[in-house]
């Protein structure tokens, strides 16, 4: 019988520590589920097995969250809650392997994995859609630097005895 398991390596490229927030089985359990928590450039991995003796496969979910500071314009230090979601299975059936992984602001965070099955090549943002077991290796998060540029210019200069005030606007 084939090797239905999913083995997955997740890279926290970023400041931030990634908290498990959740995970799912579907199909197969966890030979060695997501860590409670991932540090900031660290990794981490987890497997799933598929059933013994059931042709069902190897299917399953993980989310984790990061608390990031706010790069607002208004300055007040709030926080944003970013969840990143791995969904993967590895298919008893024919053509049906797939992995996804998303996450709540796409704006912040770029995203990238390579995947491959049994001992082919590695496939970079691409999952094989038929063969066993199913690695994804470097499942990777960065974050993307958001940049404020402010220009400011000079509308009045005005005098006042012996130093000068200036107006400024943005």
């Known amino acids: 019988m084939?090797?239905?398991?999913t083995h997955i390596?997740?890279?926290n490229n970023t400041s931030y520590t990634l908290g498990l927030v959740g995970h799912t089985?579907?199909?197969?359990?966890?030979?060695s589920g997501p860590p409670?928590?991932?540090g900031?450039?660290?990794?981490a991995s987890f497997s799933m097995k598929d059933p013994s003796g059931a042709a069902a496969g190897s299917e399953g979910t993980a989310t984790y969250q990061a608390v990031v500071?706010?790069?607002?314009?208004?300055?007040?230090?709030?926080?944003?809650?970013v969840t990143f979601l791995v969904r993967f299975c590895d298919s008893y059936s024919a053509d049906n392997n797939y992995c996804y992984f998303s996450t709540s602001h796409p704006e912040l965070f770029a995203i990238s994995f390579e995947a491959k099955t049994g001992d082919g090549s590695w496939n970079k943002n691409y999952c094989p859609e038929s063969g066993h077991p199913v690695f994804y290796?470097?499942?990777?998060?960065?974050?993307?630097?958001?940049?404020?540029?402010?220009?400011?210019?000079?509308t009045r200069i005005v005098h006042y005895g012996s130093f000068y005030h200036r107006s400024f606007s943005q």
Do not use: V
Request: glycine share 6%; no cysteine.
């Open 36 to 38: 409670s928590s991932i």
């Open 40 to 43: 900031s450039f660290d990794s």
């Open 9 to 11: 390596n997740l890279k």
């Open 2 to 5: 084939s090797d239905l398991s």
């Open 137 to 154: 290796g470097f499942y990777k998060i960065d974050f993307i630097s958001k940049i404020y540029l402010y220009h400011f210019k000079i």
């Open 25 to 31: 089985s579907a199909h197969g359990h966890w030979d």
């Open 69 to 81: 500071p706010d790069t607002n314009e208004e300055g007040n230090n709030s926080t944003i809650n």
